[in-house]
């Protein structure tokens, strides 16, 4: 015999798990939608040179990162000895 249970009470709570899901993720959604609308609306001269000058502050910090390993990876250690790469 099959161990497979046969009980259509089993699919329609399934079906019915899987749409409140999707129900909640619209709902989650529409929240959020509804949230950055709001904040566009209260904050409309002062939200976009917020935005600019963080990135331009995560420009610059990736900036001088790369710089950094830029300049750490320019030494060459071989065989302990330090070598100055082109």
Do not use: T
């Not at 529409?30 to 963080?54: D, M, N, T």
């Amino acid at each position: 015999m099959s161990s497979v249970n046969k009980d259509p009470a089993i699919g329609r709570r399934q079906r019915r798990r899987r749409g409140q899901a999707i129900s909640e993720y619209a709902m989650l959604l529409a929240f959020l939608a509804i949230l950055i609308a709001l904040v566009f609306a209260f904050a409309p001269g002062k939200l976009a040179p917020a935005i600019s000058s963080a990135f331009s502050k995560i420009s610059h910090e990736l900036n001088d990162m790369a710089n950094a390993a830029d300049s750490a990876s320019s030494y060459i250690n071989i065989l302990g000895v330090d070598i100055i790469a082109p």
